[in-house]
């Protein structure tokens, strides 16, 4: 059977949900964490409405969806996150 | 990654919840999955104990799964070196031994010290970690750039090196425990709430859940910085305080660096996972109180700035996403362990700081040791918590973050 990948970042696929959900976890943050979908580049835009679809397709608990986003919204370089800190800072050492 | 016949870490209750138990553990972070499989483990063979761990949301939610996964045996304490060495030792063995991998790599820890003061401090400590057969040894900036060509030494004196020190990436850690104690028998419940203890005078002998109540003859804390929501239902006030703690990684790299670089002045740390990301954090006070779990675009500026300067080829690589945990700080960074003077059937093993990963295999494996055979007494006194009400404070300066 060919690979079905839902999470294009990190490359899961749709059998590692299945297997996911068999070995117990049924809330999306579990999911997430088992399979690491949704912690690649795109952080989660892109696969995590799916992957949410295919946990409720398959009995999971849907009540608490979606997974916590996480920060930045983008990708952004060290040098340009640098900047966001204020001259009068005193932890900045 | 997933062996199929041991995939098995149950994530919801499956089974009703049991009216009664021999042991009951509040939290099923790595403290509380550690101590029940080793109690299940040292037990074996004898009358099965009836032990119940109760998680309120999924494994790997509360700091067990929201850390750097660093350990080390590069302590300050004589108690944290020989714990410690015990510890890394296990986690080199827990792959083989729980059949998960667990992504561990001894790459070494990096302290660098800025200022002669700190430089004076390390060199005490890595001859104290000599005695007890660390290979920990201070090293000059020239060789500091040996191990990792890429940092700017301009600023730093000296670093203290132990090329034994490591990363393991923390959620397998946290399920191989999960799976290895249900397999022997241990009835874990996550999505089950402790609401309340249940007493009869001063004595714990139960817990009250989102579930129903479970009645036991001993009731363990292993709650980490929500330790201290649980004893107040019993009217006891611990010493220690949650306090949020930042960390971020980046887009993965080629691997290219070896140990896990600290800095001790800016509480800066920095490492390369097995996944090529830098995974680091870095000190910062100014937090709001209390269990939050929120992120900071602060934080991202403080590490960013630190990171950069100590690592300028850095600077354009980029940070994919940031998250927080609690520390459980105590007023004195060593932990709150064994039974409650106040409350007798209540049991704490909790306070670890920002270390209560790395310390967990062999806790989990001394506390089960102490509640079954009495052993470690020295130990459980030593970090009991009557040491706050009899003023007998302990130390431990080589705190990270
Ligand atoms: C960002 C960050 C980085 C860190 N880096 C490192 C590191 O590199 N190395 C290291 O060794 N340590 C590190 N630590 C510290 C380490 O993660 C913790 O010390 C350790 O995970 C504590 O484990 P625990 O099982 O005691 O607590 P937790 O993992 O927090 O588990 C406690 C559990 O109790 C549950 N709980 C709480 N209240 C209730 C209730 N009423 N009913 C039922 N369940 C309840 C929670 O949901 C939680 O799952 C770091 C921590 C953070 C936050």
């Known amino acids: 059977m060919s690979k079905i990948i839902v999470c294009r970042c990190e490359d899961v696929t749709l059998h590692e949900i299945d297997e996911a959900i068999e070995a117990g976890h049924k809330d999306l943050e579990s999911v997430k964490r088992f399979t690491g979908f949704g912690t690649g580049f795109c952080q989660g835009k892109q696969c995590v409405a799916l992957c949410a679809r295919l946990l409720a397709e398959r009995g999971g608990e849907v009540a608490t969806m979606p997974i916590t986003p996480r920060p930045p919204f983008h990708p952004v370089a060290i040098h340009a996150l640098a900047q966001l800190v204020r001259d009068d800072d005193e932890d900045a050492t | 990654m997933i062996d199929r016949e041991h995939a098995r870490p149950p994530a919801l209750p499956s089974a009703p919840l049991p009216e009664s138990a021999d042991v009951v553990i509040i939290g099923g972070g790595i403290m509380g999955l550690a101590t029940a499989w080793n109690l299940a483990r040292l ?8 032990i119940v761990v109760i998680e309120k949301g999924y494994l790997c939610g509360g700091a067990s799964g929201r850390n750097g996964g660093g350990v080390r045996a590069q302590w300050a304490s004589e108690t944290n070196i020989r714990l410690m060495k015990r510890s890394i030792a296990l986690c080199a063995d827990f792959a083989t031994r729980m059949r998960i991998n667990v992504w561990f790599r001894r790459g070494g820890y990096l302290f660098l010290a800025r200022t002669d003061e700190r430089a004076k401090q390390l060199a005490a400590s890595a001859e104290l970690q000599r005695e007890h057969g660390l290979p920990t040894r201070v090293i000059e900036p020239g060789e500091v750039k040996e ?104 887009e993965p790299l080629k691997p290219f660096l070896r140990p896990l670089v600290g800095d001790l002045q800016n509480g800066l740390y920095f490492s390369q996972s097995m996944r090529g990301e830098i995974v680091g954090g870095i000190s910062n006070e100014r937090v709001p109180e209390g269990l939050d779990q929120r992120s900071s675009a602060r934080f991202l500026g403080l590490y960013a700035k630190a990171l950069s300067e100590a690592m300028p080829i850095l600077g354009h690589v980029k940070i994919l996403r940031q998250w927080a945990g609690c520390y459980d700080l105590t007023p004195d960074g060593n932990p709150l362990c064994g039974e409650v003077d106040e409350a007798p059937g209540l049991f704490l093993m909790s306070g670890f700081m920002g270390h209560g990963f790395m310390i967990a295999p062999i806790m989990g494996e001394l506390f089960a040791k102490h509640l079954l055979f009495g052993e470690e007494r020295e130990l459980f006194d030593r970090w009991n918590l009557r040491r706050y009400r009899e003023g007998k404070l302990l130390s431990e300066s080589m705190i990270l973050g």
């Open chain 2, 43 to 50: 037990h074996e063979g004898k009358t099965p104990l009836r």
């Open chain 2, 147 to 250: 191990i990792v060509p890429e940092l700017d030494v301009s600023r730093v004196v000296c670093a203290s090196w132990n090329p034994d020190d490591g990363v393991v990436f923390p959620w397998p850690f946290v399920w191989g425990y999960a799976r290895a104690a249900v397999s022997l028998g241990v009835s874990l419940h996550t999505h089950t709430a402790v609401e309340d203890l249940v007493t009869e005078g001063s004595r714990v002998v139960g817990v009250v859940t989102s579930r129903g109540v479970v009645r036991a003859p001993r009731v363990l804390v292993c709650a980490g910085a929500w330790s201290p929501t649980i004893t107040e239902k019993v009217g006891v006030t611990l010493p220690s305080k949650p306090h949020r703690h930042e960390i971020c990684s980046t």
